[in-house]
């Protein structure tokens, strides 16, 4: 009923080939990010720097590694009369999802020291914290409402915004870390969810290709050594749920009956919740084409309505709940909502920051080796002239994945690329039903998957271990802030990556000291602050030497910044933080 490949390993040159060709052409990913983006530019955003300090150094390993694999697959093709060891039995996945989950857990704090870089962490946090307290937002403190959005300067909802704190994202996400939070451990949302996405992953994988148990063997190695799905799930980030609820949708869809489809049109308006509903919509969409192509008109009816029921649940009446539970949006606010139009407005005035080769080549370094030839050698498992007759489920998988990847939008933070990660489950599925193409089962090429297993496991670790170090100066920064003895720390955010993201309160919960953007006070506030408060400032002359990572100091409206320094220097506010040499701050 739902066909993954006509063919079944008989190949033998097309996985040399594949590897080949896969090594030239991260070799030439890692080129032309470096010739548009790196070569000649003094000033580099957030996307370039981890490009230059990361990306690009493990993609050019990726390639050689992949030449020499390449050249093993040519003499792996040679029988050598050994008997060759098949597939083990299912311990080793089983274990490997529980060490992932583990991994994961751990992470949290050996890796992210428990902070969140990001301010879409930030209010998944927040919103976490507020829905387990059993409300919809934050009431905002009377005395702290002149200074609402230097508190919370981005990211907020714009219902209610003049009297409450609440978050732009859908709440589905934040719910499931709010339920963990009430069993003990918000922080053990993410890896559990991790897990039941693996292991609907594996169960897709044996539905698809219950022959061959090599093939979900590697189905399941590229999903284990991806760097991105581990470490992704060592933060509060809405894309390890993606990931998990798009398998559960698609292990339900191909139940094939009633209950199936039934259930799996409650994942997918879970899923539209998440935090963004267009999200799932990449991934359901081209399995609804696939029913419509296979003459599936009932199935492909029933879930084409359910995208609709997405869009109207929490494009329509999600915004009207919110307006109605804490109050509509004031006229002066222009922040954006979820809204359809909102929405697509947003995604097309984004499209000026489209990064297809930053963004892939985080994608490439940060998963195995092997994930896109294998997925590309997916091509062999449709028979082409015959595809008018059955469309095998290869083809939606890899429309959806190509979406992804052309879709390569400014993604800020992503340990990996983010954005992908709903059609990560897709790729691993391609990779195995590519493998089942072309290599014949019980073949000696399994040794050339344990090797890119074992180099992905060590290339994985180091852009783990770097990257803990880049957060380590944040997570610091930010200690030192939450230790400070003042009423208000304000943050002059020159010299670093995102230092806006500093402005934060512990879950919404807003307490001694209230963190400010010192960018987003007037004169007139900064007088009443310093007249009323003690006042701290926390700025580069501090945080550099934490760790942060140093960026040149002036920008468009840095001298705003400079103006308000200058004038907290004239009536004597704001000491340090932390004592460092006077004259830093200019």
């Not at 990726?62 to 040519?74: E, H």
């Not at 933070?413 to 983010?418: D, I, P, T």
């Not at 953007?517 to 310093?530: F, G, H, K, T």
Request: hydrophobic letters at 55%; a positive charge.
């Amino acid at each position: 009923m739902f066909p993954s490949s006509d063919r079944a390993g008989g190949l033998s040159r097309a996985l040399p080939i594949a590897l080949s060709l896969g090594a030239a052409l991260i070799l030439a990913l890692s080129l032309g990010a470096w010739l548009w983006h790196i070569r000649d530019v003094r000033i580099r955003g957030l996307a370039e720097y981890f490009f230059a300090r990361q990306d690009m150094w493990v993609l050019d390993m990726q390639a050689l590694a992949l030449a020499g694999l390449a050249l093993w697959a040519l003499a792996l093709r040679r029988p050598d009369g050994s008997p060759h060891a098949r597939a083990g039995g299912n311990w080793p996945i089983a274990a490997g999802i529980a060490i992932a989950m583990l991994v994961a857990w751990l992470g949290r704090n050996l890796v992210f020291h428990g902070y969140s870089p990001s301010r879409d962490e930030v209010m998944v946090e927040l919103a976490g914290a507020y829905l387990a307290d059993g409300h919809i937002g934050w009431s905002i403190p009377a005395e702290w409402i002149p200074y609402r959005r230097a508190l919370m300067p981005e990211f907020y909802s714009p219902y209610g915004a003049d009297t409450h704190w609440t978050a732009i994202y859908l709440p589905v996400h934040a719910a499931i870390r709010a339920l963990f939070g009430w069993l003990g451990s918000a922080d053990l949302a993410a890896p559990v969810t991790l897990a039941a996405g693996l292991a609907a992953l594996w169960h897709v994988a044996r539905k698809l290709m219950p022959d061959r148990r090599d093939a979900v063997m590697i189905v399941m190695i590229m999903a284990l050594t991806s760097a991105q799905l581990v470490t992704t799930a060592m933060t509060p980030y809405a894309m390890t749920s993606h990931f998990a609820f798009n398998m559960v949708w698609l292990a339900l869809v191909l139940r094939g009956d009633r209950l199936g489809h039934g259930m799996a049109a409650i994942v997918a308006l879970l899923a539209a919740g998440l935090h963004q509903w267009h999200f799932p919509l990449l991934f359901i969409g081209p399995f609804i084409l696939w029913m419509a192509a296979n003459r599936r008109w009932g199935g492909a009816a029933f879930h084409a309505l359910v995208m609709v029921a997405m869009m109207i649940i929490w494009a329509r009446l999600w915004p009207m709940a919110l307006t109605e539970l804490v109050g509509a949006a004031p006229p002066s606010d222009a922040h954006r909502t979820n809204g359809i139009f909102d929405k697509l407005q947003s995604l097309f005035g984004r499209l000026e920051k489209w990064q297809p080769l930053l963004n892939n080549a985080r994608l490439v370094g940060w998963n195995n080796l092997m994930l896109l030839p294998l997925a590309g050698l997916s091509m062999f498992a449709v028979r082409w002239r015959g595809l008018l007759r059955e469309v095998p489920i290869a083809v939606p998988l890899l429309l959806g994945v190509l979406i992804g990847m052309g879709l390569a939008l400014y993604q800020g933070y992503g340990w990996g690329f983010r954005y992908m990660h709903g059609q990560m489950g897709a790729l691993c599925l391609l990779a195995g039903l590519g493998w089942r193409a072309v290599v014949p089962e019980g073949g000696r090429q399994m040794r050339l998957v344990a090797a890119a297993a074992i180099f992905s496991l060590l290339s994985g670790l180091w852009l783990v271990q770097d990257s803990e170090g880049y957060v380590r100066g944040y997570a610091r920064t930010m200690a030192a802030i939450r230790a400070a003895d003042a009423d208000v720390v304000l943050v002059d955010i020159r010299g670093g990556y995102y230092m806006t993201d500093l402005v934060r309160f512990d879950e919404g919960r807003l307490a001694r000291p209230a963190v400010i953007a010192l960018q987003m006070l007037s004169e007139a506030q900064i007088d009443r602050l310093c007249a009323t408060k003690r006042v701290a400032i926390m700025d580069r002359s501090q945080f550099w030497p934490l760790g942060v990572h140093p960026v040149v100091p002036r920008f468009a409206g840095s001298e705003y910044i400079q103006q308000r320094r200058d004038h907290m220097a004239a009536i004597g506010c704001g000491r340090p933080v932390i004592a460092t040499p006077a004259g830093a701050h200019d």
